[in-house]
């Protein structure tokens, strides 16, 4: 049995290999950058400034080893690695594919920002700035393995982003003294956060956090994620590098990489599957054993993270009365449920209807199915009352069904992602542009464009974050 078992997964190799092979490599793909951060094996970071003043010379190690590989011109137009590209950071006004740090003489506390995997700092840029207009001293926290390269995802490793993670937050308490220190994850970013956390209450990390916010978290992803780590192994066997990719892409985004490699996944999974089931044995020891109060946003509809697995996997294994989900709907206007590959409102419902559950849920959702507009519905937790309260001048934009895992984030006057191209000279947009035409025209794929990448009630994210950073309580010694 086991001899046929290889046999299939040899079977299933070389047919991946068959696929990788048709996707030819770029210097961006197989370069590595030796001035990456690497826990353990990095002896003069020890402090932020020290992480800030490698990533100088990784990014000067990128424009060395990358870019000068690749030409320029209008036939590059599009290539990010191209330097002088519409699609090339560089010729943005900041490039936000690094750490940033938002300062403040008196600030009332401190916030780290944690992207997701293969995203960068820009990701989570727009919360940033609206954060430190109200005073938080702010960090956004480049991963290693980000904002450089894809190759960067081939050797990036759970403990790296778990280290410097540790680092920007005892920075933060260094720089904000007695004030308190929340933690905003998007995506794995979340993850992370909640590791974060939990090694903070076991006393093997420090400051514990005051609250978390996690937009799209990654929590107990897919279970074919698992397979990847095979998938590496086999791609260090001559012959079968292909394998160390899971999609090769274009690289067009100046934020976020399109190619995704097979290592990503597998620390995705290794990640997600260790904090769900540090949180299940916690709740199984001690279901009052306190963590942060939780603000999580989630789209109902999302093809990387079930609402499920937060409901299960997370929130329900948490204390009472200390944390909230705030949902979004699908359009109930425009996506008829015949239509639906997967209707998310028998969930929706269940959970509106469901008294037992410990935290609260806010729905954004349309008044009804005869209007754009939407309202949002409140659920206390262990209650089953709902209250409806009117959302002024807030609606579904006629052309859009649902949101999507990536799009939580951005406004909608991202200049980059959002809904119309910006007014200033940013050389790149890449939200809600004209696609509908003959195929093969346009250069970037038409799956790409159709994901919706921002985010219309980006609003009621922004005030519910600055609420919840307001009015989080002090973390008891017991609850």
């Known amino acids: 049995m086991a001899r046929y078992q290889l046999s299939v997964l040899f079977a299933a190799a070389v047919l991946g290999l068959q696929a990788c092979g048709s996707q030819s490599l770029s210097p961006w793909h197989t370069e590595k950058l030796t001035e990456e951060y690497v826990a353990g094996d990095s002896g003069q970071v020890r402090t932020f400034d020290d992480y800030l003043q490698l990533e100088d010379r990784l990014f000067n190690e990128l424009k060395q080893n990358v870019y000068s590989q690749v030409e320029t011109g209008p036939d590059y137009g599009l290539v990010r690695y191209s330097s002088g590209s519409k699609a090339d950071p560089q010729s943005y006004k900041t490039n936000w594919n690094r750490s940033f740090?938002?300062?403040?003489d008196s600030p009332v506390g401190g916030v780290l920002l944690l992207h997701g995997?293969?995203?960068?700092?820009?990701?989570?840029?727009?919360?940033?700035?609206?954060?430190?207009?109200?005073?938080?001293?702010?960090?956004?926290?480049?991963?290693?393995?980000?904002?450089?390269?894809?190759?960067?995802?081939?050797?990036?490793?759970?403990?790296?982003?778990?280290?410097?993670?540790?680092?920007?937050?005892?920075?933060?308490?260094?720089?904000?003294?007695?004030?308190?220190?929340?933690?905003?994850?998007?995506?794995?970013?979340?993850?992370?956060?909640?590791?974060?956390s939990l090694d903070a209450a076991e006393g093997i990390a420090s400051p514990m956090p005051a609250s978390l916010?996690?937009?799209?978290?990654?929590?107990?992803?897919h279970s074919a994620a698992s397979l990847a780590s095979f998938k590496r192994s086999v791609s260090s066997v001559p012959g079968l590098g292909g394998f160390a990719w899971l999609s090769v892409m274009p690289e067009?985004?100046?934020?976020?990489?399109?190619?995704f490699a097979t290592n990503a996944a597998d620390v995705v999974h290794q990640l997600t599957r260790t904090v769900d089931d540090r949180i299940a044995a916690r709740s199984n020891l001690d279901p009052n054993s306190a963590l942060p109060p939780i603000l999580a946003f989630k789209s109902a509809v999302d093809a990387t993270v079930t609402t499920e697995a937060i409901i299960d996997n997370l929130l329900s294994l948490l204390a009472p009365?200390?944390?909230?989900?705030?949902?979004?709907?699908?359009?109930?206007?425009?996506?008829?449920?015949?239509?639906?590959?997967?209707?998310?409102?028998?969930?929706?419902?269940?959970?509106?209807?469901?008294?037992?559950?410990?935290?609260?849920?806010?729905?954004?959702?349309?008044?009804?199915?005869?209007?754009?507009?939407?309202?949002?519905?409140?659920?206390?937790?262990?209650?089953?009352?709902?209250?409806?309260?009117?959302?002024?001048?807030?609606?579904?934009?006629?052309?859009?069904?649902?949101?999507?895992?990536?799009?939580?984030?951005?406004?909608?006057?991202d200049p980059l992602y959002g809904r119309n191209p910006p007014a200033g000279d940013e050389p790149l947009h890449l939200g809600d542009i004209p696609i509908r035409g003959e195929r093969d025209l346009n250069k970037i794929p038409g799956e790409w464009l159709l994901r919706m990448r921002y985010n219309p009630f980006f609003d009621i994210l922004e005030t519910r974050v600055l609420e919840w950073l307001q009015d989080a309580a002090p973390l008891p010694v017991t609850e």
């Open 101 to 104: 740090e938002f300062r403040k």
């Open 117 to 196: 995997m293969s995203d960068s700092p820009y990701s989570l840029h727009a919360l940033a700035e609206t954060l430190a207009q109200h005073n938080y001293w702010v960090i956004g926290l480049r991963m290693p393995g980000h904002g450089t390269a894809p190759s960067g995802l081939k050797y990036v490793k759970p403990e790296d982003m778990i280290a410097i993670t540790r680092l920007a937050m005892t920075h933060l308490s260094t720089s904000v003294g007695d004030k308190p220190i929340h933690v905003v994850g998007y995506s794995t970013g979340a993850a992370l956060a909640l590791n974060h």
């Open 213 to 221: 916010v996690l937009i799209s978290p990654a929590i107990r992803i």
């Open 252 to 259: 067009f985004d100046p934020y976020k990489f399109n190619s």
């Open 321 to 413: 009365n200390r944390h909230e989900l705030v949902l979004f709907d699908v359009n109930r206007f425009a996506a008829k449920a015949s239509l639906l590959v997967d209707d998310p409102g028998p969930l929706t419902n269940r959970l509106m209807e469901d008294d037992s559950l410990p935290f609260g849920i806010t729905l954004i959702s349309n008044r009804d199915t005869s209007t754009r507009d939407v309202v949002a519905r409140y659920k206390a937790p262990l209650s089953g009352n709902v209250t409806e309260y009117e959302l002024h001048g807030l609606a579904w934009p006629s052309d859009v069904f649902s949101l999507s895992h990536v799009a939580l984030p951005f406004p909608p006057d």
